[in-house]
């Protein structure tokens, strides 16, 4: 089934075309609205009438995440604050997070996007939507609702950590969508034999999973647990949130709404385009979006896109499923994490060294993370129990405040971190077998 016939099976030529109007108006706007965008258009000597085509947007300067975090919290915003109506972040909270602003316009689009993703899986009026993403700050709750609302579906906002309701609700509501990160569709997966649910009581039928990568032999492991069909879904928050890319029933790639994002993928290190079929990182320009458009949005997300047509009709182009990042930000339970901002919050701590790595473990479908920190050579280990739980307490509960999730902190002896590799510590050992 296909939500905007219009725009997902529209020819190419005129989907170019389309492409390219959105973004010389998007240019435009930018420009004259935003300081950041005349500055570096300038800087670069490029203006918005010289961008013709698709390929003439080489020309243009990237934006990355640090030119984001110094705009804090609204100087990206192209529109005045009166027309913004809603405000969302990124997530995790050290330092500063990254403020998004959207007009009326942007929340009708991104609900409708969200309807493509939706009724791309089959998910129509007659199913019960549950959603067990974070209603907040961050995107996905408020995102897949709307969505879920606009085809007409029943949606349960379930929003809530606490698996034994979600799992309640999920029987007793007869939930027929699952909306949620992939881990947590194994962890409620993995619970329903404790809880003494068996599958066959549900009337589960489909699952949309995303926000964090995970793989084929996770699908299955889902969709066995669960009894559904599972579909991957991408997006970010600065881009719009969820609904930038989706699998059709085909699931061989995910299709990208090209009507309003323009997507490239370029080496991380020199920034050339890459060839068709090339792996590379991900590049985004916004074409429809008021509040915070974006111009060629360095994500950090590996991938590469699929020129081949899909058997499904849509002829908006499939990208693979993102297999990594080129920086070292990490996802735990649906949260992104970076090394550097578990050091800030060390560092802040007296007393700690930056001796520390991060041990990702995955168990019963959830995330565990252990922080395991030396402690300074001139506290002797063993000694001074009481200090050294302190010690350990205050760092955890300054890394759980700011990270927005639980850390597992343990104390190692100084040195004992295995420094092999030209003496650096490897900051992240991830054993979650995705
Ligand atoms: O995760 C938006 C979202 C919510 C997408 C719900 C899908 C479903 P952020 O918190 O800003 O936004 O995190 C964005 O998560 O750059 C990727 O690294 C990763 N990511 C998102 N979806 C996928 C996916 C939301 N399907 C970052 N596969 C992105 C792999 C994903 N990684």
Redesign the pocket.
């Known amino acids: 089934m296909i939500y905007s016939r219009e725009f997902e099976v529209m020819p190419r030529e005129d989907l170019e075309q389309l492409q390219i109007e959105r973004l010389q108006a998007t240019l435009n706007r930018v420009y004259r609205n935003v300081a950041f965008y005349k500055h570096v258009f300038d800087e670069s000597n490029v203006a918005a009438s010289e961008i013709r085509s698709l390929d003439d947007m080489r020309r243009l300067p990237f934006t990355s995440k640090d030119d984001l975090r110094r705009s804090y919290p609204y100087d990206m915003f192209a529109v005045p604050l009166r027309d913004v109506v809603r405000i969302h972040t990124?997530?995790g909270t050290t330092g500063k997070p990254i403020v998004m602003g959207y007009t009326k316009n942007d929340l009708s689009i991104w609900a409708s996007l969200i309807a493509r993703i939706l009724t791309a899986a089959g998910i129509t009026n007659n199913d019960f939507v549950q959603i067990a993403?974070p209603y907040g700050l961050?995107?996905?709750g408020f995102?897949f609702h709307y969505g879920a609302e606009k085809i007409g579906a029943s949606v349960i906002p379930a929003s809530t950590p606490d698996i034994q309701r979600q799992l309640l609700v999920m029987r007793d509501y007869k939930t027929t969508s699952l909306v949620s990160t992939p881990g947590y569709a194994l962890h409620i997966a993995s619970s329903l034999e404790e809880l003494g649910i068996h599958p066959e009581e549900l009337n589960l039928k489909t699952g949309l999973f995303?926000?964090?990568?995970?793989s084929e032999n996770l699908r299955s492991e889902i969709e066995r647990g669960l009894r559904i069909r599972a579909f991957?879904?991408?997006?970010?928050?600065?881009i719009i949130?969820?609904g930038v890319a989706f699998e059709c029933d085909e699931r061989s790639g995910l299709h990208i709404n090209e009507d309003h994002f323009i997507a490239e993928v370029v080496d991380p290190e020199s920034l050339e385009p890459m060839g068709p079929g090339e792996r590379g990182e991900l590049v985004f320009t916004t074409i429809t979006k008021q509040g915070f458009p974006l111009i060629r949005y360095r994500?950090?997300?590996i991938s590469t896109l699929i020129e081949e047509p899909c058997p499904c009709g849509r002829t908006l182009r499939r990208m693979e499923?993102?297999s990594g990042?080129t920086d070292d930000?990490i996802?735990v339970e649906?949260i992104?994490v970076f090394p550097s901002q578990v050091e800030e919050v060390l560092l802040q701590v007296e007393g700690t060294v930056p001796h520390y790595q991060l041990v990702l473990q995955r168990s019963a479908g959830i995330d565990v993370m252990e922080l395991q920190v030396e402690i300074p050579e001139n506290v002797p280990f063993g000694d001074e129990v009481k200090r050294l739980q302190d010690f350990q307490q205050t760092v955890k509960r300054h890394l759980d405040s700011a990270l927005g999730i639980s850390t597992r902190v343990v104390l190692l002896e100084p040195r004992s971190i295995d420094r092999s590799t030209g003496g650096k510590i490897r900051r992240v050992i991830d054993r979650r077998e995705l």
């Open positions: 990124t997530s993403f961050t995107t996905a995102g995303g926000a964090e990568p995970w991957d879904n991408y997006g970010l928050s600065e949130g969820p994500t950090g997300d499923r993102v990042r930000m996802i649906g992104n």
